[in-house]
């Protein structure tokens, strides 16, 4: 069985395999210059992938992956491709910043997890019973990104006796008939026996808002400091 790699060597036997897949081989110098690392640690380095049996190292001739140097490659890989399209693709962060991300990640996370990622990310990217949760998450990354509305909230967060003032109604419920326009003020007075649905008092009317319409509602919440007129 091959021991198991620092992170620093991981890193070195996934450049070797990025290295092959695009030029073909991979010389020492190469991997000096893809990590930006100079030649007496990667000759230290290569020397120990070399003693675990993870490639076959020689000073006059590109650096060759073994059977079990390729088969774990890959599997690094792998691991930072699906954890850096999770924090692109769902989480909605810079390609630059996912991948960075998924650096810092990758070397800790075990192949279960990685699974489970997959499946997540997927259903959330493709699957028609998430669309509005796909539209909550692009509303909610996008007000965490301007300051003026990095604190909205939305409707279904809060608690009784909450006061707020709707700012705006989400995309996939604009269309909706009965519900507060925004710049209303709103009390919570209470959640409904069934759970389903959300007590409020909007000026001198008592209104019933269903949770499902209430989680897509943003709100800043009025503090008990501001006057509620």
Known sequence: MNPKLSESLEDYLEAIAELIEVEGHAHAKQIAAKMNVKMPSVTGALRQLARMNYIIYDTHYPVVLTESGNR?????????????????????LSL???????????????????????????????????????????????NLENAATA???????????SRCVIQRLGRSIANAQNLPEPGSKLQVQGIALDGLSMRLSCGRKTVNVPLELAENIWVSVISDKQPSA
């Not at 604190?151 to 006796?161: A, C, E, K």
Request: charged letters at 20%; proline letters at 1%.
């Open 72 to 92: 774990l490659a890959h599997d690094i890989i792998h691991r930072h491709q699906v954890l850096k399209a999770f924090f692109a693709n769902v989480l909605g």
């Open 96 to 142: 630059e910043q996912a991948s960075q991300t998924a650096c810092h990640l990758e070397h800790n996370v075990d192949e279960d997890t990685i699974r489970r990622f997959v499946l997540f990310s997927e259903a959330i990217a493709k699957r028609t019973d998430v669309a509005t949760l796909r539209s909550y998450l692009t509303e909610a990354f996008a």
């Open 151 to 161: 604190d909205w909230v939305t409707l279904n967060q809060l608690s009784p006796g």
